[in-house]
T-cell receptor
């Protein structure tokens, strides 16, 4: 089956630093990847839709200058949390949609838990 | 606005059957999904319904009624490992996924 790998799974950083999270589709091409944020006991909140070779589409209320998304290839999207603050601490999850296949199923990465001190 | 409702928490006994309901009001409809999410992990796909009726997959079944804006996930022969959150999501007319808040299912021996 389709596998999405997300790295790192856990990261702790100091306030003011930037953190990059990678999302890779290992055995399929993903023209579209999605980045979510999830707070404890809450559902997934879509942050942005990342399309290969073009700018990401951000959801309302998500700061695009703070959450930089790059989708440079059909198998890799990155989310960079710039100048992180404690309130950015959260579980970040990516998912990918397989190119040319529309069963609707999304393949999720393992998630990345960010803790900002 | 778009809205998906599902119970916050449910409790069931090992070996029993449980039904998790989901009602939705969305701008258009292009399919309903159920995902399972264990604490601290990413969601995993369970089922996809786009036509009315029941889809069965092993111990799990999912039902859809588009006219009622209603779906349920049925879990049979419950096992302790089924303790998780179950997320209902609907794909709207823009092919955007709208997520429910999830139902935390607690299985007791």
């Amino acid at each position: 089956g389709a596998v999405v790998s997300q790295h790192p799974s856990r990261v702790i950083c100091k306030s003011g630093t930037s953190v990059k999270i990678e999302c890779r589709s290992l055995d399929f091409q993903a023209t579209t990847m999605f980045w979510y944020r999830q707070f404890p006991k809450q559902s997934l909140m879509l942050m942005a839709t990342s399309n290969e070779g073009s700018k990401a589409t951000y959801e309302q209320g998500v700061e695009k200058d703070k959450f930089l998304i790059n989708h440079a290839s059909l198998t890799l999207s990155t989310l960079t949390v710039t100048s992180a603050h404690p309130e950015d601490s959260s579980f970040y999850i990516c998912s990918a949609k397989e190119a040319g296949r529309d069963t609707g199923e999304l393949f999720f990465g393992e998630g990345s838990r960010l803790t900002v001190l | 606005g778009q809205n998906i409702d599902q119970p916050t928490e449910m409790t069931a006994t090992e070996g029993a059957i449980v039904q998790i309901n989901c009602t939705y009001q969305t701008s258009g409809f292009n399919g309903l999904f159920w995902y399972q999410q264990h604490a601290g992990e990413a969601p995993t796909f369970l089922s996809y319904n786009v036509l009315d009726g029941l889809e069965e997959k092993g111990r799990f079944s999912s039902f859809l009624s588009r006219s009622k804006g209603y779906s349920y996930l049925l879990l049979k022969e419950l096992q302790m490992k089924d303790s998780a959150s179950y997320l209902c999501a609907v794909r709207d007319s823009n092919y955007q996924l709208i997520w429910g808040a999830g139902t935390k299912l607690i299985i007791k021996p």
